[in-house]
């Protein structure tokens, strides 16, 4: 099992930025954001494998937000430009040690190991 912590999040206008980080204990093969809005299912927002570093991304955030990695640090980030209310969420980070391929990486069934959450609000 992996331990994952996040931070960066906090309150945001709506147009401004944030990055999110995800620090692991170890080396997982994909970790992967996903948000949970008030009063909503838990989605998907973004994935990236370690080795090779392919990237998938949620419709809604694609060309908005970027995810990234520190392979060396076992950390895993979250760009997040041109914030909407919209994307108001509890935001986790997830790892997963499988050889996902890119249709499974947002599925929440492939993650092992989940972060406690971040609060993002982006509100005037």
């Known amino acids: 099992q992996v331990q994952l912590t996040e931070s960066g999040g906090g309150w945001v206008q709506p147009g401004g930025s944030l990055r999110l980080s995800c620090a692991a204990s170890s080396s997982r093969n994909v970790m992967s954001w996903f948000r949970q809005a008030p009063g909503k299912e838990r989605e998907f927002v973004a994935a990236i494998r370690r080795s090779g570093g392919t990237t998938q991304y949620a419709g809604a955030v694609k060309g908005r937000f970027t995810i990234s990695k520190d392979n060396a640090k076992n950390a895993v980030y979250l760009h997040m430009n041109s914030l909407k209310p919209e994307d108001t969420a509890v935001y986790y980070c997830?790892?997963?040690?499988?050889?996902?391929?890119?249709?499974?990486?947002?599925?929440?069934?492939?993650?092992?190991?989940w972060g406690p959450g971040t609060p993002v609000t982006v509100a005037s």
């Open positions: 997830a790892a997963s040690a499988r050889g996902l391929i890119i249709t499974t990486m947002r599925l929440q069934r492939e993650y092992e190991d």
